[in-house]
């Protein structure tokens, strides 16, 4: 059974940061596409940031310079480093596993105040 879990969010203030994590269990985790993703109520749920199992990176223009995503495959963990948060940061962050399937964890809030 496929198991995304994340781990990391909660609330604080503008300019701080957040570490998010995501653990995978049930799958080959190394093979596997990782995102970050977001969504708030009434809108689209959007890529933040993505990594592939190479390591490539990507990351919504909106982040750029202020969260980093990275995975340790040895942990099956993937994880978002989140700076200089701004309120309109705040959202539901999800994690995506993609390989021939797509998978997906039930989210932590991240809420950042002014």
Do not use: H
């Not at 200089?84 to 950042?112: F, H, I, M, R």
């Amino acid at each position: 059974q496929v198991q995304l879990e994340e781990f990391g969010g909660g609330l604080v203030q503008a300019g701080g940061s957040l570490r998010l994590s995501c653990a995978a269990s049930g799958i080959t985790f190394a093979r596997y596409s990782m995102g970050w993703y977001r969504q708030v109520p009434g809108k689209q749920r959007e890529l933040v940031a993505g990594i592939l199992s190479g390591g490539m990176t990507n990351y919504a223009d909106s982040v750029k310079g202020r969260f980093t995503i990275s995975r340790d495959n040895a942990k099956n963990t993937v994880y978002l480093q989140m700076n200089t948060l701004k309120p309109e940061d705040t959202a539901l962050y999800y994690c995506k596993a993609v390989l021939n399937s797509a998978y997906w964890g039930q989210g932590t809030q991240v809420t950042v105040s002014s």
